[in-house]
């Protein structure tokens, strides 16, 4: 009973770092319909830059998040201005194949900075556990879960008390509505991606700790989080919430138990959840016979 207990503790505190990245792309997607497949090298680029500041400057990767938040944020909006703006109203198809390209491009540039050998961001306390009521819990993933949330929750409060949150949510639920009452859509959609990526930024310092890393890890990454939110409902942020700590408790369980089925089992619980609920768990479903416009 301990040890379940232990793996579901340590389970909810990797999908709070889960819901930490899958909330900024689920976000994008239900602002501006755009899936970026990139969000995976940003988050990659946010850990290499955690490492730089660690290595070089012995920071704290936890407390890199404020520098890799915002830096990998101010990247996006450039992104969004110069990349996603222009083809922003074309099918979804060619922000996919944009952003696929664009993920290619960062993982190439970072083998060329910082190389291709596997990278891991190793302070003191990562070899050091907690001991509760006979459970182990590894200060790492506990600091790092505890972080996850912290900014998690800001990112919450930012969607739900601010002018520029509400603005989110008009333009998300209605664009043209929301450009009568003196909202800027394209502004607002430069400052989703922007804030969607900059929860990446958050997330890369954190997974840096984590795990170890390479430029092509955003590969392995993309694709949990594109479940994780396909799971919770494409644009919903607390689908992506409860889809993160389900795949996340589901991954430590199996690891625990099963450690060589454990990269299949989350995947096959979303592929049963969307045989029965195609929308995800808190999506709406999407009429199929209306044209975009």
Do not use: C
């Amino acid at each position: 009973m301990t040890q379940l207990v232990q793996n579901l503790v340590l389970g909810l505190l990797l999908g709070g770092v889960y819901a930490l990245v899958a909330a900024g792309l689920t976000l994008i997607f239900g602002v501006m319909r755009v899936i970026n497949i990139a969000h995976g090298a940003l988050l990659i680029l946010a850990a290499f830059l955690a490492y730089s500041l660690w290595d070089g400057l012995g920071i704290d990767p936890l407390l890199a998040i404020l520098v890799t938040s915002p830096a990998i944020g101010a990247l996006g909006w450039v992104i969004h201005q110069v990349v996603v703006a222009p083809i922003r109203t074309a099918p979804m198809a060619s922000t996919v194949l944009l952003t696929f390209g664009l993920a290619l491009v960062l993982e190439a540039a970072m083998g060329t900075v910082w190389g291709n050998t596997s990278t891991a961001i190793r302070p003191a306390y990562v070899d050091e556990s907690f001991r509760f009521a006979g459970l182990f819990l590894p200060k790492a993933q506990v600091y790092g879960g505890v972080v996850a949330v912290v900014v998690l929750m800001a990112l919450v409060l930012v969607l739900a008390r601010t002018w520029l949150g509400r603005a989110i949510r008009a333009a998300a639920v209605n664009p043209s509505g929301a450009e009568l009452v003196g909202v800027r859509v394209p502004s607002v959609a430069a400052l989703v991606f922007a804030l969607g990526v900059a929860a990446a930024g958050a997330g890369g310092a954190i997974v840096g700790v984590l795990y170890p890393f390479v430029p092509g890890s955003h590969y392995q990454w993309i694709a949990r989080l594109l479940a994780i939110v396909v799971l919770g409902g494409m644009g919903s942020i607390n689908g992506a919430v409860l889809g993160a700590v389900m795949f996340g408790v589901a991954e430590m369980l199996t690891a625990a138990w099963s450690p060589q089925w454990a990269t299949a089992v989350p995947y096959a619980i979303v592929f049963v959840v969307l045989l029965v609920r195609p929308q995800g768990l808190l999506g709406s479903r999407l009429r199929e016979d209306a044209v975009p416009t």
